[in-house]
Structure formats: structure tokens, C-alpha cells
């Protein structure tokens, strides 16, 4: 299963290159202007610093909501973009917010709650450093599938798909480590591109590939309830999506074409 996601999440990527780097630039242009407008304000003014930090991360969890609806068109081998990232961004607004709710607490946790309570240098302040390390960590984890699963789920409220999210991460947990490990990876390429590819888009289309996979295997334990949850029969659920990605060659990913 996870040599395949590998495969489909390359391959995804690879065919609709252009679209991802598209849409990376507009994610660079909002890092780059957090990043410059916090570091530029926090000096003179710690208020409007926080408050552009807010307007950013606002303005890319919308964003994040239009991809997300394209990164699912991608994964089952579409190529609409433009309408889909526009509907997406209406469609999706709702998971958006409170995906920026997150966020921001993320955010407030690690640039204002994480260094009050170290500064305070005892036994509570400690424990409480350790708690918000570990919302943060579960925050993080769970962004990885917030937005596939709610493509996936699109009749669940965003409450619901957070606390899928959660019951995926315990129920899959080798498999969320080795997402963290490839999420990684992904990052350090994304820094030698200056965010151009996979970037931002990228680990989207990734997350939306993993997830996808993983519903494989729900769908079929909810079709034979008496299953083995430690045998799933990944080849015989993959048979159609490996059909779809097919055969590939460095001349046909070159030149697809011939």
C-alpha cells in the first residue's frame, strides 16, 4: 500500500505539474508577505503584527479550501482546476474556518502560550508546555487528512471531519508516521525549488492520495464487518486505482505523447 501511494503520488503530481505550480505561487506570495509584514510590525506594533498574522492565515485557509477541491480532482485523474478552485472556496468555507481556527491556535501556541510558560520555570509551567506540545503535534497530524477527508465526507460538519482525523490517526498510526517522514521529505525538496514543487499544492495532492487509499480500506471493513483489520487485502483494493496509474516509463512521463 505504501509503495503505491508513493507511485500515485508522484505520478499525480507529475501530470499536473503546471496547475501545482500555479497555485504554489500564490501560497509563496502569502508566506512570504506573513512573513515579512510579522517581522517588519512585531518590533513597532505586537497588535497589528498578530492582526496581519490573522488576515494571512485567514486568507490561506481559504485558498487551502479552493485547492483542496482541485488537489481532489487530481487524485481521481481530472484536470478541471480554475472552476473547481472557485467553487471549492465557497463550497468548502466552513471547513476553512475552522481550519484557520487551528491555525491560529497553532500559531498562538508556539509564538505566545509555549514561551509564557516556559518563562515561568517550574513544575506547572513545564506540564504546560508539555500539554500544548502535544496539541500541537495532534494539530499538525490531523491537517495532514482535515481537507481529503472532508472531500471524501462531504456531508460531514468540519467538527466531524476533526474528529475523524483523530480516530485516522490512532487507527493508522505506522502509517501516519511514515506520512509525517514523506511530508518531510517533501519539505526539504520544496526548499531546494523555493516552494515551486511539490510546495504547499503538492503535499495537498499527497494527503488527498493517502487518504483516498486509507477510505479503501474502510469501505471494505464496512462491507465485511467479521474482517481481520490486521489483513487487509490491499492488492485486490488497489486492482483498479494501479489499473488507472498504469505503467509508467521515464520516456512516457517525458514525452507522454509517443
Given at each position: 500500500?505504501?509503495?503505491?501511494?508513493?507511485k500515485?503520488?508522484?505520478?499525480?503530481?507529475?501530470?499536473?505539474?503546471?496547475?501545482?505550480?500555479?497555485?504554489?505561487?500564490?501560497?509563496?506570495?502569502?508566506?512570504?508577505?506573513?512573513?515579512?509584514?510579522?517581522?517588519?510590525?512585531a518590533?513597532?506594533?505586537?497588535?497589528?503584527s498578530?492582526l496581519?498574522?490573522?488576515?494571512?492565515?485567514?486568507?490561506?485557509?481559504?485558498?487551502?479550501?479552493?485547492t483542496?477541491?482541485?488537489?481532489?480532482?487530481y487524485?481521481?485523474?481530472?484536470?478541471?482546476?480554475?472552476?473547481?478552485?472557485?467553487?471549492?472556496?465557497v463550497?468548502?468555507?466552513?471547513?476553512?474556518?475552522?481550519?484557520?481556527?487551528?491555525?491560529?491556535?497553532f500559531?498562538?501556541?508556539?509564538?505566545?502560550?509555549?514561551?509564557?510558560?516556559?518563562a515561568?520555570?517550574?513544575?506547572?509551567?513545564?506540564?504546560?508546555?508539555?500539554?500544548?506540545?502535544?496539541?500541537?503535534?495532534?494539530?499538525?497530524?490531523?491537517?495532514?487528512?482535515?481537507?481529503?477527508?472532508?472531500?471524501?465526507?462531504?456531508?460531514?460538519?468540519?467538527?466531524?471531519?476533526?474528529?475523524?482525523?483523530?480516530?485516522?490517526?490512532?487507527?493508522?498510526?505506522?502509517?501516519?508516521?511514515?506520512?509525517?517522514?514523506?511530508r518531510?521529505?517533501?519539505?526539504?525538496?520544496?526548499?531546494?525549488?523555493?516552494?515551486?514543487?511539490?510546495?504547499?499544492?503538492?503535499?495537498?495532492?499527497?494527503?488527498?492520495?493517502?487518504?483516498?487509499?486509507?477510505?479503501?480500506?474502510?469501505?471494505?471493513?464496512?462491507?465485511?464487518?467479521?474482517?481481520?483489520?490486521?489483513?487487509?487485502?490491499?492488492?485486490?483494493?488497489?486492482?483498479?486505482?494501479?489499473?488507472?496509474?498504469?505503467?509508467?516509463?521515464?520516456?512516457?512521463m517525458?514525452?507522454?505523447?509517443?
Open positions: 500500500m505504501v509503495g503505491f501511494f508513493i500515485k503520488a508522484f505520478f499525480d503530481g507529475w501530470d499536473n505539474l503546471i496547475g501545482l505550480v500555479l497555485f504554489n505561487l500564490v501560497y509563496i506570495a502569502l508566506i512570504f508577505l506573513g512573513l515579512w509584514g510579522f517581522s517588519y510590525l518590533p513597532f506594533s505586537p497588535v497589528l498578530f496581519l498574522l490573522a488576515v494571512v492565515l485567514l486568507a490561506y485557509s481559504l485558498i487551502a479550501g479552493g483542496a477541491a482541485v488537489v481532489s480532482n487524485s481521481n485523474y481530472q484536470r478541471d482546476s480554475w472552476n473547481a478552485f472557485r467553487s471549492g472556496i463550497r468548502n468555507i466552513r471547513h476553512s474556518l475552522l481550519f484557520f481556527a487551528l491555525e491560529f491556535l500559531f498562538m501556541n508556539i509564538l505566545l502560550i509555549i514561551p509564557f510558560y516556559m515561568m520555570g517550574n513544575a506547572i509551567g513545564i506540564a504546560a508546555v508539555v500539554v500544548m506540545a502535544w496539541i500541537e503535534i495532534f494539530i499538525a497530524l490531523a491537517m495532514a487528512y482535515y481537507f481529503p477527508l472532508m472531500n471524501l465526507l462531504p456531508g460531514d460538519r468540519p467538527l466531524k471531519t476533526l474528529k475523524k482525523c483523530l480516530i485516522i490517526i490512532g487507527d493508522n498510526l505506522g502509517f501516519t508516521f511514515f506520512l509525517v517522514i514523506y518531510l521529505f517533501m519539505l526539504v525538496v520544496s526548499i531546494f525549488t523555493m516552494g515551486l514543487i511539490p510546495g504547499v499544492a503538492g503535499a495537498q495532492l499527497a494527503g488527498q492520495d493517502a487518504m483516498k487509499i486509507l477510505m479503501f480500506k474502510y469501505d471494505y471493513l464496512d462491507e465485511n464487518k467479521a474482517a481481520d483489520r490486521k489483513h487487509i487485502p490491499w492488492e485486490e483494493l488497489l486492482f483498479d486505482e494501479r489499473e488507472k496509474v498504469g505503467p509508467r516509463s521515464l520516456k512516457n517525458i514525452f507522454p505523447w509517443k
